[in-house]
């Protein structure tokens, strides 16, 4: 087992922040990269460029965007087959790493994210798959890892201890495998959240950390036993469920408080993967900045042996 947007508001258009990319980290140039002094020639003179047109009583004209910015130069994105489908039931998904690491083979971490169920008030519902690759898209960037999401078709209640498990399992081998991750975090939408948690209680998923986005329902006794920080957001309606998992991550001496579990007020079901206004937005970029931040804190890049 592997030990495991910006926005632009001319008119009132609001583009999702959830859309929205980080800048991934930078390294700087180590001594070692430097060459020789190189002696400095006279530069020859520069071309003279034809200042640009400013219409009468306007502001020049932007200028074009950096392609820096642009996430398409930081990611390989690819739909993927990690498996024949005999031993996981999809054995497909769609993959997306930070191609840096991906060019050189040697990632180190990564990423499931299972969506299955798209919360309490619609269990069986799918997800919008846009914003879920989205997420996947900017997790994978700002961690600099990468992230698979298995096409988990057919609703949560395909979705249970068995037929998960298989899927976890055949998708944590692939991105060792083929990208060579050994520290992993899973994410787990809707009723995948619970079962998700459920399985590392027992001890047959192995993660280094795990985020819960709008768990179905809540599992008192699973909660005392798992032994890898969890993060847990929902909506509004989940309020008491919070409260629920908080008593009974209390009473878990293995986690040693590493657990956060938060409710978003004015939030209704769903608003994760399907925010219906402008504080749902802001809201479902809040919940995907925390897993973020969790993900970058508990998977180590590294995993010690």
């Given amino acids: 087992a592997i030990m495991l947007v910006h926005r632009i508001v001319p008119?009132?258009?609001?583009?999702?922040?959830?859309?929205?990319?980080?800048?991934?980290?930078?390294?700087?140039?180590?001594c070692s990269e430097a060459g020789p002094p190189q002696r400095l020639r006279s530069m020859p003179p520069l071309p003279q460029r034809a200042a640009p047109e400013v219409p009468a009583g306007g502001l020049a004209p932007p200028p074009p965007p950096d392609p820096v910015y642009d996430a398409d130069v930081w990611l390989r994105r690819e739909d993927v087959r990690y498996a024949d489908g005999v031993g996981a039931p999809s054995g497909r998904g769609y993959c997306v790493s930070y191609l840096p690491f991906t060019v050189e083979g040697n990632h180190t971490r990564a990423v499931l994210v299972l969506a299955a169920g798209g919360g309490r008030s619609a269990p069986s519902g799918e997800p919008n798959e846009a914003t879920i690759r989205s997420l996947a898209d900017r997790i994978a960037l700002s961690c600099e890892c990468v992230v698979l999401m298995p096409t988990l078709a057919g609703g949560a209640q395909r979705w249970q201890h068995g037929p998960l498990l298989a899927e976890v399992d055949a998708a944590t081998r692939y991105v060792n495998r083929q990208h060579r991750a050994q520290a992993l975090g899973v994410l787990a939408f809707g009723e995948a959240a619970s079962v998700v948690a459920e399985l590392a209680a027992q001890g047959g998923l192995e993660a280094h950390a795990l985020v819960a986005m709008e768990p179905t329902r809540t599992n008192p006794a699973a909660l005392r036993e798992l032994d890898a920080p969890?993060?847990?957001?929902?909506?509004?309606?989940?309020?008491?469920?919070?409260?629920?998992?908080?008593?009974?991550?209390?009473?878990?001496?293995?986690?040693?408080?590493?657990?956060?579990?938060?409710?978003?007020?004015?939030?209704?079901?769903?608003?994760?993967?399907?925010?219906?206004?402008?504080?749902?937005?802001?809201?479902?970029?809040?919940?995907?900045?925390?897993?973020?931040?969790?993900?970058?804190?508990?998977?180590?890049?590294?995993?010690?042996?």
């Fill in 11 to 30: 008119a009132q258009i609001v583009v999702p922040l959830l859309l929205s990319f980080p800048m991934p980290r930078s390294r700087a140039p180590q």
């Fill in 230 to 305: 969890l993060l847990c957001l929902m909506g509004d309606d989940g309020a008491p469920t919070a409260q629920m998992m908080r008593d009974s991550l209390a009473l878990n001496g293995k986690l040693r408080g590493l657990y956060y579990v938060s409710a978003f007020e004015g939030c209704a079901p769903g608003f994760l993967s399907k925010p219906s206004n402008d504080q749902e937005v802001n809201a479902a970029d809040q919940a995907a900045s925390f897993a973020i931040a969790w993900f970058d804190r508990h998977v180590p890049e590294r995993p010690p042996p």
